[in-house]
DNA sequence: ATTTGTGCAAATCGTTTGCATCTGA
DNA sequence: TCAGATGCAAACGATTTGCACAAAT
């Protein structure tokens, strides 16, 4: 919706493109024009979860050429360097969180919709012990949510 | 459920099989061949965690001829009417739980396997409102399993 | 007799991969 | 220069579907 190009205000789009050539960079990847305007789609504002074929939709929408190949590559890359999380929620398609702070989820499968809860929100004040020669990763909470009926 | 002195030697295949064959009609389903047997695969012994394709290797294993089709139908049909639940976990493939009761899962990513931990093994005492226009329709707590450094 | 289930193979869908060609450090 | 990235199309693996035949009510 924002363009990415009329950033003449504030926030100039060669900060961004700056700040977001250091994520990358920091993280380990080299810096190459998809993956920064990915990267521009993905963290230009707010939290966001994105399917691949979502963000390539939106890829071409906003007038890049970003093959899906590379919209899947880019996507596992930046999750394999810590920069977005997968969320499982539905079988059918993976959904890419770029909170990867300690969060939890609301999911709406109607809509496919995902929406973030933050971690204060929960609290899991019973777990149980993991089993024997094996440490816990992570602790999910996901609430799926039905529409009320009307 | 079943008489006394029936249940002291041990449990026939007949029984069994007259056992899944109500369930099934209590469920809305016609009895047929293909459904008894996986039935008997899925709900003869203690809870399991099954993949669409394991089910399969396991039915022709035991000398059954289904086909995955049937398998893949069996499965989705039987978690319509609540007989098994999906856990999804890996986006690589779906999970069916026989264990239908409230409870949350052990995942260990690496050798895609699911443990349960029962309900009351969590405690989940706090939780956000769900937006306005949803119910909670479940909360799925799953932990994730990473092997410990030896 | 009519509805529902089954098997087979082909189709679908999301995702991955091979390979020739570019590109950033 | 040259390892690493990209695009394209083909390959893939899990799941679904169309259709002719078989079984259940």
Partial sequence: MTAIFEQETSITAKNV???LSKKLAGAGLRVTAPRLALA???FGKGNR???AEALYEEARGAGLTVSQATVYNTLNQF???GLLRQVQVDQA?????TNIDTHHHFYVEAEARLIDIA???VDVS???NSPDGYDIERVEVIIRLDKSDA
């Fill in 17 to 19: 493109a700056e700040d």
């Fill in 40 to 42: 521009q789609l993905l």
């Fill in 49 to 51: 979860h994105v399917s």
């Fill in 79 to 81: 999750e394999a360097v």
């Fill in 93 to 97: 398609r993976s959904y890419f969180d």
């Fill in 119 to 121: 971690a204060n929100a």
């Fill in 126 to 128: 019973k777990l149980p």
